[in-house]
């Protein structure tokens, strides 16, 4: 049988085609490492999330040069934001959500997963260079989806820390009772640090050197005479290496009758509040931290 030559041309570029396809769908289903979301993961609650990767959302190191990120998304923002780690490092992320689908997706780059309430998304990245990555959720997941990113820094090794400082003082005091403030310093590295945890207090400065093991935490407090302050609101700072921590303490003549049971008795102080100057300062102190709370429960329906 005689084929023609066009008619054989036509058939070889068919074949190389068929054969084309299926090769790039062959290397897109296993020569990329793409998975379903939660193939090698547990599930977890999304509602309750408070085991030790989820409850406080962060990032670790867990060997030389490699890191672990543990990230929440929640309509309508990811946490921790922004996530830090260091150049030349490979950091792998656990990432679940705490209500509906989302999405983790680091702007241009291919580390792209969708974010499932109950699975753990895991991703392994190596960062080479110091860069700015946004992060952007790409499934809809409410009314504020277009608002919901975050930022992923990767900094210059000699900038980064995993130092995480947390520092607690009283409102309010006596005057002549002593203020501790207590300064909660955690090292997220493997290996220990040496720093100096500073009090600046008035016109006073107190400062420690601390050496903190890796994964370990540390105390520090300070105990200030109130006296010397004098009465009235005074501003205190810790400070620990770049991170700070500050509020005000009141040091006033003499605390108010009924301090005591202002949490069972929130109305009544409401009420004598107008008329009484520092009592009002108390309360509004209280006052601020009911909001907080109000807030952070509504914030998964209203948050930016
Ligand atoms: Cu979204």
Request: glycine share 8%.
């Amino acid at each position: 049988m005689n084929i023609h030559t066009y008619e054989k041309l036509w058939l070889i570029a068919a074949m190389v085609l068929i054969v084309g396809f299926i090769a790039t769908i062959t290397y897109g289903s296993v020569g990329l490492g793409i998975t379903m979301v939660g193939d090698q993961q547990d599930t977890v609650e999304p509602t309750e999330l408070d085991d030790e990767r989820f409850s406080d959302p962060r990032v670790a190191q867990v060997g030389e040069n490699e890191y672990e990120a543990y990230v929440t998304a929640q309509m309508f923002s990811f946490q921790p934001d922004p996530i830090e780690v260091p150049e030349d490092s490979e950091v792998t992320f656990y990432v679940t959500s705490r209500d509906v689908i989302h999405s983790f997706s680091l702007v241009g780059t291919n580390v792209n997963t969708m974010v499932i309430p109950g699975e753990v998304a895991e991703m392994t990245v190596e960062f080479d260079e110091p860069q700015d990555y946004g992060v952007v959720c790409n499934e809809y997941c409410g009314p504020n989806h277009h608002n919901m990113e975050g930022m992923v820094h990767v900094v210059p090794e000699d900038e980064f820390d995993l130092t995480e400082l947390d520092a607690e003082a009283p409102d309010e005091v006596e005057t002549g009772d002593d203020i501790d403030v207590t300064a909660t310093v955690e090292n997220r590295l493997l290996d220990p640090i040496e720093t100096t945890v500073t009090l600046e207090i008035g016109n006073e400065t107190v400062s420690e050197d601390v050496t903190i093991d890796g994964g370990e935490t540390d105390e520090t407090t300070f105990t200030v005479d109130s006296a010397q302050l004098g009465e009235g609101d005074h501003e205190w700072t810790v400070t620990v290496d770049e991170h700070t921590d500050s509020w005000t303490v009141t040091v006033v003549d003499e605390l108010e009758d009924g301090d005591a049971d202002d949490d069972a008795d929130d109305e009544s102080n409401e009420n004598t509040d107008a008329g009484d100057d520092t009592d009002g300062g108390e309360n509004g102190t209280e006052d601020e931290t009911d909001t907080d709370e109000t807030e952070s429960d509504a914030s998964g329906g209203d948050d930016e």
